[in-house]
Structure formats: C-alpha cells, structure tokens
C-alpha cells in the first residue's frame, strides 16, 4: 500500500546500514586479529572475484526468470509481478 511505502523504505535503508556496520566491524576484528590465514582468505576471495568479473562479458542479457532462486520464491512466497 502507498501508505506504507514510506515505512518500508525507511526500515529498508535503517537494515541496510546496521547490516553494513555489523560486517564492517567482524571484517575489521578478523583482520586485526593476527591470523594471517583470514587475510589470505579474503585476498583469494578479492582476487576470484576480480578474475570472474574481468572475464565477464556485457553481450548476454540475464533473465532472471530462469533462476532457479527466483522461481523457489516466486512459488513459495507471495510475490506481485506487478509494480
């Protein structure tokens, strides 16, 4: 409903920024921590991450209906196609 939009959004960017401090603050207790193995593993994530996106290319269009997550929700939750 327009009514409660507002709402929604509000609580939507207040979780998005308390999600982010949280991360923010785990990823900054591990690195502080002294284990050189959590630092390797996030430069192995960084890197993969970096190589799968630098590989990627921009020709093929995504349809999301062929998701196999986007179709789980679609039948299990109950989601508008409607805007």
Known sequence: PEAL??????F?????????????????????????LVKFVFGAILIYSGVKTARETDDEEVDPSNNRFIAWVTQNLPISDRY
């Open 5 to 10: 939009l507002y709402r929604a959004l509000y």
């Open 12 to 36: 939507g960017i207040a979780g998005a920024i308390v999600c982010r401090v949280i991360f923010l603050l785990v990823g900054y207790t591990f690195m502080e921590s002294g284990l050189y």
